[in-house]
Every structure is written in structure tokens, then in C-alpha cells.
């Protein structure tokens, strides 16, 4: 079973698009073919990857995808500079869980 990570990339408008893979440099790649990445990507070039973490299983990547994308700007920056930051997400999802 593959192991999914999230990932947030930086365009070149200066916004941020948070993204599962389960190979996040394949999927960085089709981010920017444009063909088959996401039509919010689609001319906001260069792409640049500012954070990956692997999660585990495809769920607990959705949660977290979706916690994160409703995150302020400011809280995602922190995410690929504070190393902390993505294990309290973690903690704070599993205790919801229980």
C-alpha cells in the first residue's frame, strides 16, 4: 500500500496550493506540464516546492490537506519552516479521532 504525503507549493503569483501524493515529485511534475495537474496551477508558474511530509494512508492525508488549505497564509509559510508545526497538526487530528 503506498504511503501518501501533503505537499504545498508556491506559484509565482505568490500563492499557495496544497496538494496528496503518493509521489509528490512525479505530481510536481504534472503540476507543471499542466496537462493533468490542477487547473488552479494552470499558468501561475514557476512552481516551487516549499514543504512535503509523509503521512501514512490516503485519509489522514485528506484530513490534513483539507485542515491546511483552510489555514491562513501565514500558518502554511510556517509549516515548511518550523519543523514542529506539521506534528501538532498530526497530534491535534488523531485526538479528534478518538
Partial sequence: MPSWSVYLLRC?????????????????????EGEIGAKYLRGRGPLDLIFQQEIGDRSLAAKIEHRVKRFPKEYKEDLGRLPGRIEELLQQISLQSD
Fill in 12 to 32: 509565482g503569483d505568490g500563492s499557495l496550493y496544497t496538494g496528496i501524493a503518493t509521489d509528490v515529485s512525479r505530481r510536481v511534475a504534472e503540476h507543471r
